[in-house]
C-alpha cells in the first residue's frame, strides 16, 4: 500500500506560481510512474502532468505544457509540480496519483493510489 499526501496549494494571483509536492510513504513508490491530476467544480478529473519512475520520461496536457514542470526526488519519495504563469482556469483541486508501470499514462484508471487533493485557487 503506498499512502500519497499532497501540500502546496492555496490562493494565488494569475501570473503567479506554486509549487505542489505529493510525499509517499508505505510500499515504496520509486518504481511507479507518478502524475497529477486536477478537478475544477463541475467539471471531470482530468489529467495534468505524469514522469516515469526514474524521471527520465514526462508528459503532460496540452493547456500547461511550457507552464508546469513535474519532478521527483525518489530519495526523498516525493514528487513535484511546479506550476508557473498560473491562470484562473487552473482553479481545481489538484491530486497526485501513483500508476505500478514502467513508463508513463495520461489514463486514471491504471493509476492505483491517489492522495487527497489540494486545492488550487488562482483570482485574476
Known amino acids: 500500500q503506498v499512502h500519497l499526501v499532497e501540500s502546496g496549494g492555496g490562493l494565488v494571483q494569475a501570473g503567479g506560481s506554486l509549487r505542489l509536492s505529493c510525499a509517499a510513504s508505505?510500499?515504496?513508490?520509486?518504481?511507479?510512474?507518478m502524475g497529477w491530476f486536477r478537478q475544477a467544480p463541475g467539471k471531470e478529473r482530468e489529467f495534468v502532468a505524469v514522469i516515469s519512475w526514474n524521471g527520465e520520461g514526462t508528459y503532460y496536457e496540452d493547456s500547461v505544457k511550457g507552464r508546469f514542470t513535474i519532478s521527483r526526488d525518489n530519495a526523498k519519495n516525493t514528487v513535484y509540480l511546479q506550476m508557473n504563469s498560473l491562470k484562473p482556469e487552473d482553479t481545481a483541486v489538484y491530486y497526485c496519483a501513483g500508476a505500478p508501470i514502467s513508463g508513463i499514462t495520461h489514463d486514471d484508471k491504471l493509476y492505483s493510489y491517489w492522495g487527497q487533493g489540494t486545492q488550487v485557487t488562482v483570482s485574476s
Open positions: 508505505g510500499r515504496t513508490s520509486s518504481s511507479y510512474a
